[in-house]
């Protein structure tokens, strides 16, 4: 069972979800994807069986409501870096470089960590990560859709049942909020990334020597193979990159075991 | 009450088979549907209109801004103000008005806004909507999660530009000028009126009260489907302590006027299913970004969707509430979008909605959809002169317009094309 702490990170709480223990291997940090995690989902429990795995709420997303005093792409930076510096106060600690893992939305902050704040990142494993955009492939619009709840869900995954089985609300919840908490995230990922997803990190990825894992689900509708090739391109690192079958854009949601397990191998790798 | 003739400047050849082929009026509508010779005719056209309207006896004429939008042909509002400045003698020009987020700087408004009211002589209102999401998101790319903020910002920019003595400075979070002196300045002091078209959300009714604006529900559904909004905002009225001034409200209704109620019907049917059926047909993805809405208003309509589903009967009528528009002219009419019959028909009706609604700026529609200029102009003078004079003394006994022009007492008018002065 997953644990939950909070803790302060730039005078507002973020809820830190974390299991799994390997003293040996320095814990793995998940920066989720497109609606954020509003319960520990599969996937991480996937990664927790070989080390220590630590969620912690992107701002807006579920587990940490306050986002609208950050306007810039720094200011989001500055808040990723301090996330990460903010882990040395869960009990048992973490400090050492962790292994960072993200995921679509994630996967744009964890590839600019990485790039200015290297020293914090021993690996780097990034699943359909947003930050760049061709009008000539561009990405899909996630934010012009079609209201309705099963929308989002047949965009972000192959198998939409992961997403409605990760956003069932649980008996004592509240399904009020859990609406307002899925709209939140959406306009979240929007003051981020509104309109292209375009960050400029390919600017930066130079900056990025550690190595780094790209994976994409096969049948990701949001973002073009390319993109993954574009960064492939840009980082300094040993890059490796793979395909996760089955899956869509939430490729962790759409298929927990095999994207666990790239990346297990990826950071287990000792030939890097 | 204060009778104003509002103009959304529709393209008038969409083809019949619009809204099989197309999927949406606004923001990628296609190109090839416009075909700027006949926009050339349309801007002419409209703005004969408007100024007979002028002529005719309304109070003020207004107009207003959308973006790549095929029933709404003006971008660029403040351009057809000016024109109208020069060609009306109507007490108001309402400019409804500035979407104040899409403009870099906002002191370009500031600027704009007080042109026109000099040019005019005192005789602007200044309209601030936030903008709808086709206009403000998608076609003007502005960031959903910081639209609200901006436009805030962009207003309290506006307003010290226009009242602070000194040149000062503005470090704000999205608009940083150091050197801020607007020239001109408004004619009138403070400012001009400020009329912020608003949908149904608490927290714009709360702003409006405490800056003393008026609140303008510019709703295409007309009074039934109004009428729960403008209760709302009475009612946080009340609850903020503020006077039930009627003219701390506009509404807008579309009127279709005829010597007899059978005429009316027959005359103003197709322009009528020209609008709610073609300029309505808009893509639903466009219609709610996810920051669009504030939080509150989220829950509120979560929660109000709910208690309507909860309480929804097989009685209820299956437009109710006007979130899908009706096409039929049948509808139209029983739905309440137009109000069409003879003049004292009208008149009637108009009264009861003003009274109802407690509305005391009414802004009409008399030319809708693909409607000609004589038709529109047959509209506009069997109401004013017919409709108007039955309803024009209402309020008056009772209450005072504090957000009505206060023009200058001497204009200037303009010279006859071959320098002679006007008579």
């Given at each position: 069972m997953p644990q939950e702490h909070t803790l302060d990170v730039g005078g507002h709480p973020v809820r830190i979800l974390e299991d799994g223990h390997n003293p040996a291997a320095p814990p793995a940090v998940f920066f989720a994807g497109i609606g954020g995690l509003p319960q520990w989902p599969p996937f991480l429990s996937e990664l927790a069986q070989t080390r220590r795995v630590i969620a912690p709420s992107l701002p807006g997303f579920p587990g940490a409501e306050h986002f609208r005093h950050l306007d810039s792409l720094l200011d989001w930076i500055v808040q990723a870096v301090e996330t990460l510096e903010a882990l040395d106060a869960l009990p048992g600690g973490s400090d050492g470089p962790v292994d960072l893992v993200g995921s679509s939305v994630g996967g744009a902050l964890a590839a600019e960590v990485a790039a200015l704040a290297g020293p914090l990142v021993r690996r780097l494993a990034l699943i359909a990560p947003f930050g760049c955009f061709d009008a000539d492939e561009p990405a899909a619009d996630i934010w012009a859709q079609v209201p309705g709840p099963d929308t989002i869900p047949n965009l972000v995954c192959e198998h939409p049942a992961c997403w409605q089985a990760l956003w069932e609300v649980p008996e004592d919840g509240d399904a009020l909020e859990w609406q307002v908490m899925q709209a939140r995230a959406q306009e979240a990922a929007a003051r981020l990334l509104f309109p292209f997803g375009d960050t400029g990190v390919l600017r930066r990825l130079h900056r990025v020597d550690c190595p780094t894992l790209l994976l994409r689900g096969a049948n990701d509708r949001v973002l073009p193979a390319s993109y993954n090739a574009r960064f492939a391109d840009a980082l300094a690192g040993p890059v490796r990159s793979a395909t996760v079958a089955d899956a869509g854009h939430l490729a962790e949601l759409d298929a927990p075991e095999a994207t666990a397990r790239e990346i297990n191998a990826f950071l287990a790798d000792q030939g890097l | 009450m204060k009778n104003l003739w509002f103009h959304l400047m529709p393209y008038k050849d969409l083809p019949d088979n619009f809204r099989e082929e197309h999927p949406?009026?606004?923001?990628?509508?296609?190109?090839?549907?416009?075909?700027s010779k006949r926009v050339h005719q349309h801007y002419n056209e409209f703005l004969d209109e408007l100024e007979f309207a002028g002529e005719a006896g309304f109070d003020g004429v207004c107009c207003n801004e959308h973006h790549q939008n095929g029933y709404g042909l003006m971008p660029s509002p403040n351009l057809i103000a000016s024109a109208l400045t020069r060609r009306t003698s109507a007490p108001a020009i309402c400019v409804m008005g500035n979407s104040l987020a899409l403009y870099n700087p906002p002191t370009r408004v500031a600027e704009e806004f007080a042109m026109l009211d000099c040019m005019s002589g005192g005789r602007l209102i200044a309209g601030f909507p936030v903008g709808t999401p086709m206009d403000t998101i998608f076609a003007c790319g502005q960031n959903p999660s910081k639209l609200r903020e901006r436009y805030y910002e962009a207003h309290d920019l506006v307003m010290r530009a226009w009242q602070e003595p000194e040149t000062f400075s503005f470090d704000g979070r999205f608009n940083q000028l150091r050197y801020v002196n607007v020239w001109p300045r408004p004619v009138q002091q403070p400012h001009p009126p400020v009329w912020i078209p608003g949908g149904g959300s608490v927290e714009t009714w709360r702003w409006c009260a405490e800056k003393d604006y008026v609140y303008s529900y510019l709703s295409y559904f007309g009074y039934k489907a109004g009428e729960a909004t403008m209760k709302g905002f009475w009612n946080e009225m009340d609850r903020l302590g503020k006077d039930r001034n009627p003219y701390r409200a506009g509404f807008l209704q579309f009127v279709a006027v005829g010597e007899t109620e059978q005429e009316a019907l027959e005359l103003y049917r197709e322009p009528a299913e020209y609008f709610y059926g073609r300029c309505l047909h808009v893509n639903p993805k466009w219609a709610s970004p996810a920051g669009y809405q504030s939080e509150a208003t989220l829950r509120a309509r979560v929660q109000s969707q709910v208690a309507l589903a909860a309480q929804r009967s097989a009685a209820a009528p299956p437009n109710a509430g006007g979130r899908r528009a009706a096409q039929d002219w049948q509808d139209i009419l029983d739905l309440g979008y137009v109000i069409a019959g003879d003049p004292d028909q009208v008149a009637e009706r108009i009264r009861e909605v003003c009274v109802n609604l407690n509305v005391g700026h009414l802004m009409l529609l008399c030319q809708f959809g693909n409607m000609s200029t004589e038709l529109a102009q047959y509209n506009t003078r069997l109401y004013a002169e017919r409709v108007l004079p039955q309803i024009k003394d209402l309020f008056d006994d009772q209450w005072q317009d504090d957000w009505w022009p206060k023009p200058l007492a001497e204009r200037a008018t303009p010279r006859a094309s071959n320098g002679a002065r006007a008579a």
């Open positions: - | 949406s009026v606004w923001v990628d509508i296609d190109s090839s549907l416009l075909d």
